[in-house]
């Protein structure tokens, strides 16, 4: 069985590639159902953020993983191979060795941003709902767990608050400079929305207004920052007032259209307004960057201004490194030796099935000629016995005539139950 790790993210594809092949929950659903179907993969988890999609599967040989790219193709309706130029493909070793840099956030477009180790337990829990995962991915994710824990805990990688989050308010700031005067309209009221209006908060922004499809969570979050809640279908009454809009709703198509964005304009009397789109796929139609006195920003502008935040984490990225290095070498350790021992159990418990089968056939038979049943059932007992310690014993006898002391103290290991419950029942 191979660990194969299939996906896009910010450093290999843009952002409108990246949307194009971004799973909403309800494709996920869909998409799981599709991979059990076909057979395409043993055991699946998707992974699907603004900066990534990425697949975790176990599969047959690697001839499966061509399959499921295919598949991904076809998923989305795109042209065969036209994002494979984007695509990247790790296996085994390679392929935990990038899932636990990414839960770690390793891999994000801000180093070290904990985000992600939230996204990457959600995306573990949907599979689990959806029947997607059992003892392999289970373990593996229950390692990678355990490896971010530590690389938090050892590390100074998540000492400094940065997040993409983060970055969109400070390039507020740097536009503005005093936010004390501006009004901010936020899109959406998920968790990165609730860490942006924090920061805002923080950056004592004038007035902030939240806009939800349901108006619950938009009044919910607005309450705990001190501003303003809304549903997007009120958004047209407001977004005159947005000196900032910054988006990130998780809509599968986008939330505001160039003409709500030329009408607030004139209502504005064209006073700039300065919007970062943080979505994928995208909240903001991208044709508004071209309005006049619009400033429109995506995630992967977002680069340069997270580039400078990287300098302090570099030194605790590389200790995070090692962790993952020696962490992922014992999960596949830990797994190869589970390969080895695999089929000698399955073997041994076929045979063991093979003799109780063929006495238990033997005892019905003398049963059915009129053999007393407690006088069969006893010589069914013993039978069993004798035939199942044969072998064992056999060996140990020619162990011990050899002096074999390994082998003596294995098999004590084995076959001698100490505080087993198993035995005692």
Request: aromatic fraction near 6%.
């Amino acid at each position: 069985m191979k660990l194969i790790t299939l996906g896009v993210n910010h450093e290999t594809a843009p952002v409108d590639i990246r949307e194009t092949v971004s799973f909403t929950a309800d494709l996920a659903r869909k998409a799981f159902q599709e991979l059990k179907n076909e057979s395409l993969v043993a055991e699946c988890i998707i992974l699907s953020t603004c900066n990534r999609t990425e697949i975790y599967s176990t599969q047959k040989d690697a001839v499966d993983a061509e399959k499921v790219k295919q598949w991904l193709h076809e998923f989305f309706g795109l042209p065969a191979h036209s994002i494979e130029p984007y695509l990247y493909q790790y296996q085994d070793i390679d392929a935990v060795k990038h899932i636990m840099r990414v839960a770690s956030g390793l891999n994000s477009l801000v180093l070290g941003e904990p985000q992600i180790f939230g996204q990457i337990k959600d995306a573990y829990n949907t599979a689990h709902k959806n029947d997607s995962i059992h003892q392999t991915m289970d373990t593996l994710f229950q390692h990678i767990f355990k490896t971010v824990k530590q690389v938090r805990t050892d590390t100074a990688i998540g000492t400094s608050p940065v997040s993409v989050a983060f970055s969109a308010v400070s390039l507020s700031k740097q536009f503005f400079g005093d936010l004390s005067e501006q009004t901010a309209v936020l899109l959406g009221a998920g968790e990165t929305i609730e860490l942006v209006a924090r920061h805002l908060k923080e950056a004592n922004i004038g007035k902030l207004i939240i806009a939800n499809r349901t108006f619950e969570r938009a009044h919910r979050l607005a309450e705990s920052v001190a501003g303003y809640g809304i549903q997007l279908d009120e958004l047209d009454d407001h977004l005159h007032e947005a000196d900032i809009v910054i988006g990130s709703t998780g809509s599968p198509y986008a939330i505001l259209k160039r003409d709500q964005v030329r009408t607030a304009l004139k209502k504005r009397k064209n006073r700039p307004m300065f919007m970062v789109d943080i979505a994928v796929p995208r909240d903001i139609e991208s044709s508004i960057g071209n309005l006049d006195n619009v400033y429109l920003y995506t995630v992967d502008d977002l680069q340069e201004i997270i580039e400078s935040n990287k300098q302090s984490r570099q030194t605790a990225a590389l200790q995070a490194e090692e962790i993952i290095e020696l962490q992922a070498l014992n999960f596949m350790a830990q797994q190869n030796a589970i390969a080895r021992v695999k089929p000698i159990i399955q073997e041994y418990r076929q045979q063991a099935m093979q003799i109780k089968t063929q006495a238990l056939e033997h005892a019905l038979h003398q049963i059915e000629q009129g053999n007393d049943a407690e006088t069969v059932i006893k010589r069914l007992a013993n039978q069993l016995t004798n035939r199942l310690l044969h072998t064992p014993t056999a060996k140990l006898n020619q162990a011990g005539i050899e002096g074999n002391q390994a082998l003596i103290e294995s098999a004590s290991e084995l076959l001698i139950c100490r505080n087993d419950p198993v035995c005692n029942k």
